[in-house]
């Protein structure tokens, strides 16, 4: 039996279903990950509007029964749309991975609204923070929401006998363990990263951070070995993670130098990802 249910989200996933129907993924503050149908959604005169946009936050009332994969959108109302990151193409390709991020890590309708808050906040800062701190930002994320599903790497000090001189030289940090590794205990056989004490102490403010803040001690030099060790420590431990296609489609897109375009493309209402 289906009962009326109302719940604020932001939209994760969004694609055509038939002629007239949509079938989209929200992140919810109370029910969790749902997917459901909009039907009717692709009329010209539909009711929803641009609430079902990849990123849209709002209100949506859906029918909800617990024992079925695809519940039914009765109504939904836009309150944040995030235009800023419409007429940026990087911006927009970072809300996309975000997305992207949240929809592969959390699984059901049992997750509480600390995700939902995550993305919120991520997408709040993700509007106006500086385009060279924008990696660093997305980072931090990545990193809260694993966390909060249990993936939080260990840089207390050495796994294996808890040294824990942060500021020496030596210590790596082992993808295999999630954890540093001081010279003593690194094994050939470990994917283990050196990190100098800038290094580390930057991987650590982004464990901690809110967010908002960018460590202090970050610079563009260090964005390969921090996204070697953040990108590896995540796909060797989630399950079948693999990357993000929002951030491959930004990479093909600033070699390429398409940039400029698709900034135009945004601007007309066109989703580049």
Not at 133 to 140: H, I, N, V
Request: glycine share 8%; proline share 5%.
């Amino acid at each position: 039996m289906s009962v009326i249910a109302e719940d604020y989200g932001v939209v994760l996933r969004s694609h055509r279903f038939g002629e007239t129907s949509r079938i989209l993924v929200f992140l919810t503050s109370r029910h969790g990950k749902l997917h459901a149908i909009a039907k009717g959604a692709r009329n010209p005169k539909n009711r929803f509007g641009a609430a079902l946009d990849i990123l849209a936050e709002g209100s949506f009332v859906f029918y909800l029964k617990k024992d079925r994969d695809l519940q039914l959108i009765r109504s939904a109302e836009l309150e944040t749309f995030h235009e800023p990151l419409l007429r940026d193409a990087v911006r927009y390709h970072y809300g996309c991975a975000a997305a992207e991020f949240a929809d592969r890590l959390v699984l059901g309708q049992e997750e509480g609204p600390d995700c939902l808050d995550a993305l919120r906040q991520f997408l709040f800062f993700l509007e106006s923070a500086p385009l060279p701190r924008l990696s660093a930002l997305f980072k931090a994320y990545q990193l809260r929401l694993a966390g909060l599903q249990g993936y939080r790497p260990n840089l207390e000090g050495c796994l294996y006998c808890s040294k824990a001189d942060r500021a020496a030289p030596g210590l790596s940090f082992s993808i295999h363990d999630g954890a540093l590794v001081c010279p003593r205990h690194r094994s050939p056989l470990q994917d283990a990263v050196p990190l100098s004490p800038d290094a580390l102490q930057v991987l650590m403010d982004l464990v901690a951070s809110d967010l908002p803040m960018t460590p202090l001690g970050w610079k563009p030099a260090l964005d390969p070995l921090l996204t070697r060790v953040v990108e590896g420590f995540l796909r060797f431990h989630i399950d079948g993670y693999r990357g993000l296609k929002s951030l491959k489609s930004l990479q093909s897109l600033t070699r390429n130098g398409s940039l400029a375009s698709t900034r135009g493309l945004l601007a007309g209402g066109e989703k580049a990802c």
